[in-house]
């Protein structure tokens, strides 16, 4: 499985846009880059992914590199109740299987 | 997305006994469903992995004979946690997967605390 590296923690003011940047240098040609996020004490929510074009939503956008080593998830107009764990996952390219990193502590303040 | 609904929320049980925890979509054909075990501030693990009518396929490390998973039904798939220990207290999330989607979607979560 390739492996994601994130930073531990980032702030962001409310209103903002948050960029959260992943990577993801061992990725393999047909394998997904997925994000989720965890709020305290709930299960993981669905937010994004894509293979290599630029993918949006009505949560997020999510930008990929052209060489595929990086991405940034984008929430652009970050509100106090995106704060959460933001995981960002590649996938196996032969199974549903995630494996979930440390992922990135997201703090919007007012 | 799918709904996923997990049942209890939270339990509460005395060491040695059994607990059965309940993962459901309600409405979503889950041809995969997954359990996760999540202890204080770490990330989610994967213990196992189940199909519709076939046997749970095990991460290395999780014991099958103590975490049992029946996945009956394209619906609902059950963990039991046998003879549990405090050890065993944590939060379980279950997700699953259909046959034509590439996303997992995930249970609430049951908080499991064990005396």
């Known amino acids: 499985d390739a492996k994601t590296t994130q930073p531990p923690s980032m702030d962001c003011a409310e209103g903002r846009a948050a960029n959260l940047p992943c990577n993801h240098s061992?990725?393999?040609?047909?394998?997904?880059v997925y994000w989720y996020r965890q709020i305290h004490s709930q299960g993981p929510q669905y937010i994004i992914h894509?293979?290599?074009n630029n993918e949006t939503n009505e949560m997020a956008s999510l930008i990929i590199t052209e060489d595929r080593k990086s991405s940034t998830l984008i929430l652009p107009h970050a509100t106090l109740r995106d704060t959460a764990v933001y995981y960002c996952?590649?996938?196996?390219?032969?199974?549903?299987?995630?494996?979930f990193g440390a992922g990135t502590i997201l703090r919007v303040k007012s | 997305g799918a709904v996923v609904s997990q049942h209890p929320s939270w339990v509460i049980c005395k060491s040695g006994t059994s607990v059965k925890i309940e993962c459901r979509s309600l409405?979503?054909?889950?041809?995969?469903m997954f359990w996760y075990r999540q202890f204080p501030k770490q990330s989610l693990m994967l213990m196992a992995t189940?199909?519709?009518?076939?046997?749970?396929?095990?991460e290395q490390g999780v014991e099958k004979d103590k975490f049992l998973i029946n996945h009956a039904s394209l619906t609902l798939s059950t963990l039991t946690v046998t003879s549990a220990h405090p050890e065993d207290s944590s939060f379980y999330i279950c997700?699953?997967?259909?046959?034509?989607?590439?996303?997992?979607?995930f249970g609430p979560g049951t908080r499991l605390t064990v005396l």
């Open positions: 189940s199909n519709e009518g076939s046997k749970a396929t095990y």
């Open positions: 409405d979503f054909q889950a041809t995969t």
């Open positions: 894509g293979l290599k």
């Open positions: 997700s699953l997967a259909g046959a034509f989607t590439d996303t997992q979607y």
């Open positions: 061992t990725i393999s040609g047909n394998e997904y």
């Open positions: 996952i590649v996938r196996v390219a032969d199974g549903n299987k995630l494996v």
